[in-house]
């Protein structure tokens, strides 16, 4: 599970990257400088709004919201690799729930849009808001995106999985209400 996880934090950082690298690049050819380098840097430092993401878990994945998901709900927050992201273990193996939030905005969003499998836009989450094929993906002003996926088997949900992009998507509306 955890090499699932980590490959999802890979693939997400380094769409992020591409995004950041293809802003920085258009903005360079249009002569503009101002900050794009910093942008990128703040980004992958996982500093300032993001840091938020090492504490989400505990916060938001509470046993009540966990039992709302999943049928057996038993399992606990694990700390994530790094400063901006956590997860939630099933005791069930296979399953986990994984936070990651990211110091990108919109374009880094836009970016990695085409390579979702099966996205759904979801209103109402941030500024603009996707159902992926494993949660939820969610940008909210210049420097505010929000990663909420599930991972398990889909017989071990109670709730559709619109149901659940709601669900993971009031988390990103709380953690895009931190400072």
Known sequence: MKKQLSATAALVLTLG???????????????DTSGSSGSSAASTAGGGWAANGATACEKYLTPDVVAAIWIHPGGHVKAGDDDH?????????????????ANDGPDSFNGGYKYLVNPVPLANVGDK??????????????????????????????????TLGQMLGGICNKLFALP
């Open 17 to 31: 990257a591409l995004a950041a690298c293809s802003h920085a690049a258009s903005s360079s050819e249009s002569g």
């Open 85 to 101: 992201s956590c997860g939630y273990q099933s005791d069930n193996s296979g399953r986990s729930i994984a936070i990651m939030l």
């Open 129 to 162: 808001a996707s159902l992926t094929a494993n949660g939820v993906v969610a940008v909210n002003g210049d420097d505010r995106t929000c990663h909420v996926d599930v991972y398990g088997e889909d017989a071990a949900l109670k709730v559709s999985r619109e």
